[in-house]
């Protein structure tokens, strides 16, 4: 009853800059808190910056003073502007969403993971 879709992945040189979006569709009620992590290959995934409702930021150190993490409530979409990127960003970037959804009158809450857009820096 509810989609996550990020968009905005590709292949940068080092020092470029992406955005990533991710929009959430369904059977909304509210978004919570979302994250966006991301996950190498032969890596665990990893956190990379939370926001919550009311749009409070946490970034990993890694990612601080280059990444920033913003949300558009009206429309369910979250944007991370990732600039000054190095090789070592290279990663698939996962959105995650904790949504308030509704089925049959009921109300329900549970996280949500999008497919994944692949971030490729290159040196």
């Known amino acids: 009853q509810v989609r996550l879709v990020e968009s905005g992945g590709g292949l940068v040189q080092a020092g470029g800059s992406l955005r990533l979006s991710c929009a959430a569709s369904?059977?909304?009620?509210?978004?919570?808190?979302m994250g966006w992590y991301r996950q190498a290959p032969g890596k665990q995934r990893e956190l990379v910056a939370t926001i919550t409702s009311g749009g409070s930021t946490a970034y990993a150190d890694s990612v601080k003073g280059r990444f920033t993490f913003s949300r558009d409530n009206d429309k369910n979409t979250v944007y991370l502007q990732m600039n000054s990127l190095k090789p070592e960003d290279t990663s698939v970037y996962y959105c995650n969403a904790d949504v308030t959804y509704y089925s049959n009158r009921v109300y329900y809450k549970r996280d949500y993971w999008g497919q994944g857009t692949q971030v490729t820096v290159s040196s």
């Open positions: 369904g059977s909304i009620f509210s978004v919570n808190a």
